[in-house]
């Protein structure tokens, strides 16, 4: 369980306040509200990037809230799945591993583990560049899933994806959670991703978290009105 306690991150003019927060083992929250209200602050400052002035982040009762990345058991996906240009996809996955000091004969083991997971083990001698938006995606979960986190973090992972990949992706992690049984936090601005994927839903505005909601109880807020009327004015498009 992640509890995130009276947490007070300041940048420059811009102030993130997280009075409370508890994540359940094994869950899914998803993490919405307009843009520039902290939501990828949130997630560094979970990750280690940011640190607080004020407030505790645990994990399982272990407070860690000025250990460094490495420490923290949190692996973060960033919106451009931040993958090395230079590096094929095996050399990508590796390197979490080799850096914690792994040998090469469990660095291979455990690619191949995830690859096969994955079914990316026809592209682990390509670079970045050759993949397609989707399978860069599956490169960025694999290296995250590799080195077996606690807890993933992803920031708008599906937003570089065409409608119909995105829907494939959300189908592909529901898949992906029966078989690893992650924790994750999910930003998005995405309707759709929050109510396919989230157990429950954390909605923040202008810095501050407002509230944390089953997804039908989010869905008859006030808050969910602004993405409902996004996906209508979609759908009526479309059609």
């Known amino acids: 369980m992640i509890v995130v306690e009276d947490l007070v991150v300041k940048l420059g003019d811009f102030t993130l306040e997280i ?13 919405m509200g307009p843009s520039g209200v902290g939501k990828t602050v ?16 645990l994990v399982n009762g272990r407070n860690i809230t000025r250990y460094p990345p490495e420490k923290r058991g949190f692996t973060l996906i960033p919106q451009d799945y931040g993958l090395f240009p230079h590096m094929t996809v095996y050399e990508n996955i590796a390197f979490g591993l080799e850096v914690r000091g792994f040998n090469k004969k469990d ?9 096969e997971v994955l079914e990316i083990k026809n592209i682990l001698g ?27 973090l992803l920031d708008e992972p599906f937003s ?44 923040m505005e202008s810095g501050r978290l407002l509230g944390v909601y089953g ?13 409902i009327d996004n996906v ?5 498009f479309l059609r």
């Open 19 to 31: 009075p409370r927060l508890e994540v359940r083992d094994r869950e899914y929250l998803v993490v």
């Open 42 to 57: 949130f997630l560094l400052t979970l990750a280690g990037f940011f640190t607080p002035m004020r407030g505790r982040i």
């Open 107 to 115: 660095v291979r083991d455990r690619v191949e583990w995830i690859a």
């Open 126 to 152: 390509k670079k970045p560049r050759e993949l397609s938006g989707g399978e860069q995606q599956r490169v960025a979960l694999a290296r995250a899933l590799v080195v077996k986190p606690e807890i993933i």
């Open 160 to 203: 570089n994806l065409d409608p119909r990949r995105r829907a494939g992706a959300r189908e592909f992690i529901k898949e992906l959670r029966k078989k690893l049984g992650f924790t994750a936090i999910h930003v998005t601005h995405d309707l759709v991703d929050a109510v396919e994927l989230g157990d429950r839903i954390a909605y």
């Open 215 to 227: 997804v039908e109880e989010f869905l008859k807020s006030p808050y969910a009105r602004p993405y």
């Open 232 to 236: 209508k004015a979609l759908v009526k």
